[in-house]
């Protein structure tokens, strides 16, 4: 889906720069675990969770919550698909609300209350506020070695497709996942990622679901290269870095000293 558009958006997969300091610490602490409850909005559960990472490396800190519900409706309306069905969205399409729209702020358009709904309420000003909060670049990632350059070049982070296997949803209270889940499929189910632990040389990354604190370590696991590769590779649905918010929040002093001591 969306393959000319994200063609033109696309950066270089290089590192221009010193890696950046590894922000889980400051990070996982803050973000608010997602639940997306029985509505198929996780492409917008999980581009929202990838939006804040962004946001948090271009603010030089600072923490904002995104939208969900609008994230997901507006990556419905990218698709072309029915607004009148809760049928989920696509990655690309969500990677593309992040670059055309932008992301709401939560608190202007807060997640569904007793069950899905089409569409958003006051989109004219969900999306005036949404345009500030646009990234510039997409990068298709096709290997833990692209995913592993991406993040370490500091400008975004990743929204991805995988198969829900029951193996991993069966991932409940789990901190670390070093084995590849197996079982039968659930289907198709979005997350996110961008913050990462080095461990023996190697840089784990938080996989970030949207099935509430229960799941994983609040929300999060920390997954080991060679499972995230075999995802990656193996992957019908995508997955996709966003990148390069603008810089929303400038300071005059180094954020590297005010951000991570």
Not at 81 to 109: H, K, M, Y
Not at 166 to 180: K, N, S
């Amino acid at each position: 889906y969306h393959a000319s558009e994200i063609a033109k958006l696309t950066k270089p997969l290089t590192v221009s720069a010193p890696p950046r300091a590894s922000i889980p610490a400051i990070f996982r602490p803050r973000i608010q675990p997602e639940s997306q409850g029985a509505i198929n909005s996780c492409s917008g559960n999980a581009l929202a969770t990838a939006g804040e990472i962004t946001h948090f490396i271009a603010s030089k800190g600072q923490m904002r919550q995104f939208s969900r519900r609008a994230s997901y409706a507006w990556a419905k309306q990218i698709d072309g698909s029915d607004p009148r069905t809760d049928a989920g969205a696509t990655i690309s399409g969500a990677a593309l609300v992040a670059n055309q729209i932008g992301f709401a702020p939560e608190e202007l358009v807060p997640y569904y209350q007793g069950g899905y709904q089409p569409g958003i309420p006051n989109e004219q000003q969900a999306r005036e506020a949404a345009s500030l909060y646009r990234v510039r670049s997409i990068t298709p990632i096709k290997s833990y070695a692209d995913l592993d350059r991406f993040c370490v070049a500091g400008a975004g982070a990743v929204v991805f497709g995988i198969h829900w296997l029951t193996g991993w949803d069966g991932l409940r209270g789990r901190a670390e996942l070093d084995q590849i889940p197996g079982g039968g499929s659930m289907g198709g189910h979005a997350l996110a990622t961008g913050t990462w632990v080095t461990r023996s040389g190697e840089r784990w990354y938080d996989i970030y679901n949207s099935h509430g604190a229960q799941w994983g370590s609040s929300g999060a696991i920390l997954t080991a290269p060679h499972v995230l590769d075999y995802q990656i590779r193996n992957s019908p649905f995508g997955w996709m870095g966003i990148s390069d918010m603008a810089d929303v929040v400038p300071r005059p002093v180094s954020w590297k000293e005010v951000s991570f001591g």
